[in-house]
């Protein structure tokens, strides 16, 4: 049997402006930081949607990596109003500017993390008193189920 579809991805503003950086997108890392929580929760059926759907990402940004894609096109799709591909293809080297370097521990703890997926789990009818985020079992610094 195959594992259930996501169908919300759970991310903070602080992991879409970390993401955008990476991918060179400058003008638009700083609008990803300041988005609210809320609006992080909007879109998390977005990238979702996009996570499940790696050809239709492929049409969008060709040769797109897919660990990441889901979360730049939905970031820049919010942003801007419709997808398009990042600037670069592969995740750029060098030191983070400083209000996106946090630790693996501090982002898990990122407060905007927790209300994104308690705003997630209250919009789904879920138990809102389970774990936190940095409770839960990660893979590669991402939440891995089970």
Same mark, same amino acid.
């Given at each position: 049997m195959?594992?259930? !579809?996501v @169908? =919300?991805v759970?991310?903070? #503003?602080?992991?879409? *402006?970390?993401?955008l950086?990476?991918?060179g997108?400058?003008d638009?890392?700083a609008?990803?930081?300041a988005l609210?929580p809320?609006?992080?929760?909007?879109?998390a059926?977005?990238?979702?949607q996009?996570?499940?759907?790696p050809?239709?990402?492929e049409?969008?940004?060709?040769?797109?990596p897919?660990?990441?894609?889901?979360?730049?096109?939905? !970031?820049? @799709? =919010?942003?801007?109003?419709? #997808?398009?591909?990042? *600037?670069r293809r592969?995740?750029r080297?060098?030191?983070?500017?400083?209000v996106l370097?946090l630790?693996?521990?501090?982002?898990?703890?990122?407060?905007?993390?927790?209300?994104?997926?308690r705003?997630?789990?209250?919009?789904?009818?879920?138990?809102t008193?389970?774990?936190?985020?940095?409770?839960?079992?990660?893979?590669?610094?991402?939440?891995a189920p089970?």
């Amino acid at each position: 049997m195959s594992p259930p !579809a996501v @169908e =919300h991805v759970i991310t903070s #503003p602080l992991s879409l *402006a970390r993401v955008l950086w990476w991918y060179g997108e400058d003008d638009l890392w700083a609008s990803a930081l300041a988005l609210p929580p809320a609006v992080v929760a909007d879109l998390a059926p977005r990238f979702a949607q996009l996570r499940a759907e790696p050809e239709a990402m492929e049409v969008m940004w060709p040769g797109a990596p897919l660990a990441d894609a889901h979360l730049v096109l939905g !970031a820049i @799709e =919010h942003l801007e109003g419709r #997808p398009r591909p990042a *600037a670069r293809r592969h995740r750029r080297g060098g030191p983070l500017p400083d209000v996106l370097d946090l630790s693996e521990d501090e982002r898990w703890r990122d407060p905007a993390l927790a209300e994104v997926l308690r705003l997630v789990q209250e919009r789904t009818d879920s138990p809102t008193d389970g774990p936190k985020p940095w409770q839960l079992p990660r893979l590669r610094g991402r939440y891995a189920p089970g």
